[in-house]
């Protein structure tokens, strides 16, 4: 039988019976497979794979391990502060180089598949040497017959356009590798990884940057506007109705222009919306520019008077553009605390036990909320609606989320909408120049917003399924 050669060195993959070695880099480290090495570490393949590996160095693989000792690498992942443990941040260690993640959304193509590469769970593949999604721990195991001990490991953590990749020093064979958890965090600028690009619309009755201070993104990465000079940042800020007039000392421009059409939009993932304290921006255009935006892959997070894009109120701005099938527009209740977590879902139920889990909530399945931020500007789920209650129940519920296009089954659904009838950080903040003083730290209904937003950001499943580890 014939046979190559493979140093055993950093990370291995088995595929259709042979054994191929990967790099993060397009050079080749030492070690690698080289035709004419003799090290006594290597690894015999037969050549045509039929009789699969015949492994000759066992310390160097996971098939020589004893039982109950596998070679494994373990660690929780954290947002961008550090702080708070985050779910479903897929973890994995990569078979080649990494593909680059484009900014914005993909032109919309109607004779081809509508969503892009990736905007989907389902389109997502990743070949992974090793992989696993985080818990509502943030916990994550890597192991398996596929993760091979070395040095300079690459591992990557990712959820949507957020992604961070570290080198591991060393995995060393049939043991743990227990990362810091200073090492396995999301990015919190884009010279440490990959950022979604967000639209943050500022307005007078509520302080939704707060949120994006309050898991860490640095101040630096927000800018006034988008210009070509500055469209490697990630935090695009303009000013909505009574919003701060500046970000960082510089002016902020007005929204209109930005939000008129969806092309105009293209350029950004994510568009965040803070409550303006009143309804009167949206007009048709702009309408069919959100509801275009989202069904073409993006993602819009919104507040309180933003409820006017999904309720259909005729006084409010004369038919929203999903057809007056997702909130209905009047008859809420503010209901009381604590509010009750929907746990008839996977999510919703891994929601829960977050909230849970990092203290943000003392009793399972429910949680309170700041009654001064409470609004009542819907009435619950219109018949038939496309979205799920996330916290409350009925005409006092008051987190909503769908995807879209809401015309298409789910397997076609790259976009997705998030709505709080709740202000993230009320007060009368939101006027304030940015960084905003009135930002300090995660309250738990702004912890709740974070699940939300890493949630929104993540690609898109059918949300009666639990998440599975990228493939």
């Known amino acids: 039988m014939a046979f190559r050669r493979l140093v055993a060195f950093g990370l291995v993959t088995v595929s259709a019976g042979a054994l191929a070695v990967a790099c993060s880099s397009t050079t080749r480290p030492q070690g690698t497979f080289d035709p004419d090495s003799g090290d006594d570490a290597s690894t015999l393949v037969p050549e045509g794979g039929s009789d699969g590996p015949s492994l000759i160095n066992p310390e160097t693989s996971t098939t ?34 990494l593909p680059p993640i484009p900014a914005g959304l993909p032109d919309p193509d109607p004779n081809t598949v509508r969503c892009a590469a990736g905007q989907t769970c389902d389109s997502q593949v990743l070949n992974p040497k090793a992989a696993a999604l985080t818990n509502t721990k943030g916990e994550f195991e890597l192991k398996g017959p596929k993760l091979f001990p070395g040095k300079d490991v690459p591992l990557v953590m990712q959820v949507g356009k957020w992604r961070r990749k570290i080198i591991i020093p060393e995995v060393k064979a049939c043991e743990e590798t227990k990362l810091p958890a200073a090492d396995t965090r999301l990015p919190k600028n884009g010279a440490e990884g990959d950022m979604p690009h967000m639209m943050m619309v ?55 222009d930005a939000w008129s059409a969806a092309y105009k939009m293209q350029k950004f993932d994510i568009a965040l919306l803070s409550c303006e304290g009143t309804p009167e921006r949206s007009n048709k255009p702009n309408l069919n520019a959100f509801k275009n935006f989202a069904d073409w892959g993006g993602r819009v997070f919104s507040t309180h008077y933003h409820s006017q894009w999904i309720t259909g109120d005729p006084d409010k701005q004369k038919g929203d553009a999903w057809g007056e099938k997702v909130l209905l527009s009047s008859g809420g209740t503010s209901g009381s605390n604590p509010y009750p977590i929907n746990t008839s879902f996977p999510k919703g139920q891994a929601f829960s036990d977050w909230l849970y889990e990092i203290g943000a909530s003392s009793v399972r399945d429910k949680i309170s909320l700041n009654t001064s931020d409470v609004s009542n500007n819907q009435g619950g789920l219109a018949p038939g609606s496309p979205a799920k209650e996330w916290i409350g129940v009925g005409k006092s519920a008051k987190y909503f989320s769908f995807n879209t296009p809401t015309e298409v089954p789910v397997a076609d659904q790259c976009g997705r909408f998030v709505y709080s009838d709740i202000h993230a950080a009320g007060g009368g903040s939101g006027g304030n120049p940015l960084p905003n003083s009135e930002c300090s730290g995660l309250s738990a209904q702004l912890t709740a917003l974070e699940f939300m937003f890493f949630d929104l950001s993540s690609c898109v499943q059918d949300e009666t399924k639990p998440p599975e580890p990228p493939k």
């Not at 039982?67 to 779910?87: I, Q």
């Not at 506007?225 to 500046?246: D, L, P, R, S, W």
């Open 64 to 97: 020589g391990c004893p039982e109950g000792s596998p070679t494994r690498v373990t660690g929780k992942v954290y947002d961008p502060a550090g702080k708070n443990a985050l779910y479903n941040i897929q973890v994995f260690v990569p078979s080649g180089d």
């Open 202 to 256: 500022l307005g007078s009755y509520d302080a939704l940057e707060c949120l994006l201070y309050g898991i860490g993104i640095d101040k630096d990465e927000f800018v006034p506007g988008y210009t070509e000079a500055e469209k490697n940042k990630h935090v695009h800020v303009f000013k909505g109705i009574g919003g701060g007039a500046t970000v960082n000392g510089r002016s902020v421009p007005d929204v209109n």
